[in-house]
């Protein structure tokens, strides 16, 4: 049984429009790396749904890729909230302003 790729893309624009939503939205910049990751995922999904469609391992490699360099991200990002949070106590991101002199 195989879905169609108007599916796939579907769901996948529907997780991308949720997690747009929730980077523009919230304040904690845990939920907006959570919304960044939602944003990677959906686009995931969108090549994988190309590759099962065109009988393809292109998009496949594509996917690998992103999912590599998305754990770099969430390791990096999430030292760095942690860093912030010692320093400032908090993660709402109206009240982080380090970027400042």
């Known amino acids: 049984m195989n879905v169609p790729v108007e599916h796939v893309l579907t769901l996948s624009a529907i997780l991308?429009?949720?997690?747009?939503?929730?980077?523009?939205?919230?304040?904690?910049?845990?939920?907006?790396?959570?919304?960044?990751?939602?944003?990677?995922?959906?686009?995931?999904?969108?090549?994988?749904?190309?590759?099962?469609?065109?009988?393809?391992?292109?998009?496949?490699?594509?996917?690998?890729?992103?999912?590599?360099?998305?754990?770099?991200?969430?390791v990096i990002g999430l030292a760095i909230m942690v860093e912030i949070f010692r320093n400032k106590g908090t993660l709402n991101i109206d009240e982080l302003n380090l970027l400042k002199w």
């Open 16 to 74: 991308f429009t949720i997690g747009v939503a929730g980077v523009i939205l919230r304040r904690n910049a845990i939920i907006v790396f959570m919304n960044i990751e939602l944003m990677l995922n959906s686009v995931n999904l969108g090549f994988i749904g190309f590759a099962a469609a065109m009988d393809s391992m292109v998009g496949v490699m594509f996917v690998f890729f992103i999912l590599v360099v998305a754990a770099a991200e969430a």
